[in-house]
Every structure is written in C-alpha cells, then in structure tokens.
C-alpha cells in the first residue's frame, strides 16, 4: 500500500455568477465507489424559495488536486441526475410555500422560508493520468447566501469542499446524512439536533465545527458559537439545560437553547477514520456539512422530545434491545419515530400511528466481527403533527459491543490470582464457592479451580487448574497402572498392595466432571467409557490423604 499524505492546503481563485441570487442556505457533499476508480458524487444543494429568491442554476462541480506534483482540475462533465424537492417542514394539510409545490413562493409568520433541495449526481473517473494523486477536493461554489442572515455572511459567496482519498486499500464511500442541514426552530427552547449520518464502510467518525467558507461572523458570534444560547458563549452540555453551544466530537449532536430570533450560518466536519496496515487509525476522508439554522418567535410548539436510554454496552453474541420512547406536551399533537438505519443488522419497530407518542424498539446482535474498542451509533428521529410547521427532534444512541476474555489463573503457593476483570466468582471441582468473589483466592483444598469473570457485561471462565497442595503424590502413583492407554470402550486401573477407599473422578480438558465412583479394596477396576468422545481426559484417583492424575486418551 502507498504512503498516503493527506494534504489539505488546496487554493482556488474565487469567482461567482453575475446573477445575484441571495437563496443557498446549505449543502452536503457525498460520494460513492463504483469500483476501478470510477465514483458517483452527489452535490445536495438547499435553498430558500420564498420573497424573490432567483431560480437556480448550477455552476457544476469542481475538482482540483495539489497534492503531488502535477496539478490536475478534473472534467466532470454533465450530471447524470437532477432532482428538485421541497422540503418545507410543514405539517399534512399546509400547502408547501415552494412554487415546485404548487405554493405562491412567500413566507409568512408562521413559515419563515420555504426550503428546497437539489440534487445533482456526477459519475467520475479518477484513474488513468489522474491517479497520480492521492486527495482530491470537491468544491461546488455560487452566488450566494441568503440576505436576510442576521449573523454575517449574508449575501456571501456560498461555496464549501470535501476532499476523496483514492489511494486506499479498499476504496471509500462517504458518509451519508439522513436528515437535512437547514432546521426551523424556536427561541426559548433547547434544541438537540443530530445529523443521522452512518458510514457504509463502518469507518469510524469524528465531527468538528469549521468556520463556514466565504465571509465573516460579526461579533460576538463565530464558527463554535454561531448563533445566541442560554448562558452565552460558555459551552456544557452537561448542564440541565445545557448553555452554550455544544457539539459532541463522537455523536455529532448538537445541543444548545438559543434566545434571540437570529438566522445563522454554521459548518460541521466529518472526518472519516480507518485502521491501516499497522492498526494505527488514519484520516481517509472529510466531508463538510453547511448548515443553517432560523430560530423563530415563539412557535406555540412545544417540541417532541426523546428519552434515554442513551448509552449501551453489549457482550457479542447477546442480544442488545432498548426502547426509544418520545414525548410532546402539547395535547392535540402526537409524534412519530424513525431511525437512521445506521446498524444494517439491526431491527427496528415503532408503534407508528398507533400511540399518541410513539416509541421505537431497537434489537441487534453482534458477531465477534463487529467488537470495537468504538462505540456504534444509531441517530433516531421524532416528529410532531404541530401546524403549520412541525416540530422535531434528533439524537444519537451509542452500543458499545465487547468481546469476551477469557481469563487466565497464575499459582504461587496456596494463592491463585486472576487476570483483571470487573467482577470474579471461584468454583472447585465445578461447585461454585460462596463469598469467593476476589481476585485471588487462597486454594487449601485439592482440586480443579477454575474463575469466571465478568468484563464489561461479558462473562468467561477459566480453564482449570489442578491444586495438588499438601497431598503426597508419589505414594499412590507407585501403586497404580492404566491401561490400555489409549483406549477405546473400556479403562482398566490396576491396584498393588492398596485397600483403602479410593474415589474415582474423569474430567475433560476443561474441567468438567464426566464420571466418578468410589471402590473399596478392590485390585482391577474397569470403567465403561462407550460412551465417550473420542479425546484427552484427566482421570483423578484419590484417597484420604493421597492423589494423582493422569492425562488419558480415548481413540
């Protein structure tokens, strides 16, 4: 595999269509392998529809590489798709503001812009000349943002870039984002919003703010504290309400109260991360995500909300299932549930339609394949019926999948120790033994010990091991003769000169018990052992203060 040197500091000269446009509210950027070098990217573009914003046209999209020695701008040629959507969030019975919709292209109080998506899917090769580069950036740029911003860069260009790693073992498809960048949202009450991305690859992610590309905040506003919150630019997300504005690094959520009418703008990075050769984590990709949001006048909706649990952790091979319920105070609202998909193993059922707040049950059982010292997320999503905009929420839920350690028993003397584990429990000859709940265990009887331990809710047992501590071995072995060994359906053991009680005890290699008997005075004894697999026991022969074992193989 080729050394791969990200290199990031790509520039381009600016430029912008004569036509003053004032409607690009955001955009998302992904893209997709088709194999031999060849992608699908797709260019997502939000805008506003409503009070005079101009039609649109696309500028297409633009990719550059400086990353090795020759500087290649790649011809995309025509998009291969087109699709207009209005997205407006109005409820039901609202007529869509966006004349795609059938609407009159003007907003009111009660929806302060009418919102539609474009998209426009390109198909690339990057092979041939151009795979002497590793990073490739991918820039979409027009004129320009919206006016009516409250917090700079009204009227900015509007351009944003992601960049492609196409020297990868296993070629790399982006994240894709399940709900969209642009939120409508109400002054005076706290927000969580997440953006339901997951990874197809199951590559790992991390999520930072950037400041947005083409113009300024004015203060006191900036890149990690876009817009006013409750408690002003000190950022704790574990206040109850939180203040600040706050973004988790490892979910991508958003939380924050914020208390002005304001529209804002504001960037998320996605990072993707990927083990190489060396199971060192490596950057293979970073797609960027602007967004905007309009923080309104009271809204007379009070917004749905979604409870806990928020954290998992799960032992593979169990079966890990929580329940996601939602909550609206108003009374005449009702809300319904969705998740991101973002586990494709992972079942999902939701009491849709048939509850005031519906709930969502969430069901997974991971593989050995799927244990990670990462938590796994999955975003889940409610909505209200609330007109005539409705009211929603998002927020992430994280399963920690853990694989089972076996665990293993040092000896010194009488004392028996455990690797650590959180939690332990001691057995002899298979018996558990009460109170013995340490790490170590003070071993005076003669036995098979063995520990189950508990890890992070996965629990694993020991091998055993034998403790032969005051009894004299050598005496009863002189004794004593097996045969035939190997065996098939019979074991014979022969005595010389020993009438005492003798307890007969067959284990396998891992400790269990399989047979014992007791025998008096006897010279032969013959164990039946049709019944047995074939393999390697451990066959015990004790007295009142003698032992020995053997390791017998049945064929």
């Not at 796994?376 to 005539?388: G, Q, R, S």
């Not at 002899?428 to 992070?456: C, D, F, M, R, S």
């Not at 694993?460 to 065996?487: C, E, W």
Request: hydrophobic residues 35%.
């Amino acid at each position: 595999m080729k050394k791969i040197i990200p290199v990031f500091s790509f520039f381009l000269l600016l430029w912008c269509t004569p036509l003053k446009a004032t409607h690009i509210m955001g955009m998302d950027l992904q893209w997709k392998s088709l194999g031999s070098d060849t992608y699908n990217i797709t260019v997502v573009i939000y805008r506003r529809c409503t009070d005079g914003a101009a039609l649109m046209n696309n500028p297409g999209l633009l990719i550059t590489s400086d990353s090795c020695a020759t500087t290649y701008n790649v011809l995309t040629g025509a998009p291969i798709s087109y699709i207009v959507e209005d997205i407006t969030p109005t409820c039901v019975i609202q007529q869509k503001p966006c004349p795609i919709s059938g609407g009159n292209a003007q907003s009111t109080v009660g929806i302060p812009a009418g919102i539609e998506r474009h998209t426009w899917v390109y198909k690339v090769f990057l092979g041939g000349s151009y795979a002497n580069c590793c990073w490739y950036k991918m820039r979409w740029q027009l004129c320009c943002r919206n006016s009516n911003i409250t917090i700079g860069l009204a009227d900015a260009d509007f351009y944003s870039e992601s960049w492609l790693n196409r020297c990868l073992n296993v070629a790399d498809n982006s994240p894709v984002f399940a709900y969209p960048p642009i939120e409508i949202r109400c002054a005076g009450q706290d927000v969580v919003y997440n953006h339901g991305v997951f990874d197809v690859d199951g590559d790992s992610l991390s999520f930072n703010m950037s400041p947005p590309l083409g113009g300024n905040y004015l203060s006191p506003w900036s890149y990690d504290y876009p817009l006013t919150c409750l408690g002003g630019n000190n950022p704790n997300q574990n206040a109850n309400p939180p203040t600040g504005f706050n973004l988790n690094s490892s979910t991508g959520d958003l939380s924050f109260r914020p208390m002005q009418v304001q529209i804002t703008v504001l960037k998320t990075m996605v990072t993707e991360w990927r083990k190489d050769n060396n199971g060192n984590y490596k950057v293979i990709g970073k797609t960027a995500r602007d967004m905007q949001f309009i923080i309104m006048q009271n809204c007379n909706n009070k917004l749905p909300t979604l409870l806990g649990p928020y954290v998992k952790e799960v032992c593979v091979g169990n079966q890990v299932c929580f329940t996601v319920n939602s909550n609206d105070l108003d009374l005449t609202d009702s809300t319904r549930i969705y998740w991101n998909k973002a586990i494709p193993a992972g079942t999902w059922l939701d009491s849709n339609g048939t509850s005031k707040n519906s709930s969502g049950t969430f069901c997974w059982t991971p593989t050995l394949a799927d244990a990670s010292v990462l938590p796994y997320f999955i975003t889940v999503l409610a909505e209200d019926n609330h007109c005539p905009l409705i009211g929603k929420a998002s927020r992430s839920y994280s399963i920690k999948v853990i694989a089972p350690v076996k665990p293993t028993i040092s000896k010194n003397g009488l004392l028996l120790t455990s690797s650590v584990a959180n939690s332990y429990q001691w057995y002899l000859n298979n018996v558990l033994l009460n109170g013995a709940i340490n790490q170590t265990y003070n071993a005076t009887q003669p036995g098979y010990y063995k520990v189950k331990t508990t890890q992070g809710g996965c629990s694993m047992t020991s091998d055993s091991m034998l403790q032969t501590v005051g009894i004299k071995i050598n005496s009863l072995r002189a004794k004593v003769s097996i045969a035939p060994n190997p065996f098939q359906n019979q074991l014979h053991i022969s005595l010389l000169n020993f009438d005492k009680p003798l307890l007969i005890s067959l284990y396998d290699l891992q400790g269990k018990l399989i047979l014992r008997q007791n025998s008096v005075g006897k010279t032969t004894i013959v164990l039946s052992t049709t019944s047995l697999n074939a393999g390697v026991y451990l066959l015990e022969l004790s007295s009142a203060d003698e032992s020995v074992s053997y390791k017998v193989e049945k064929q």
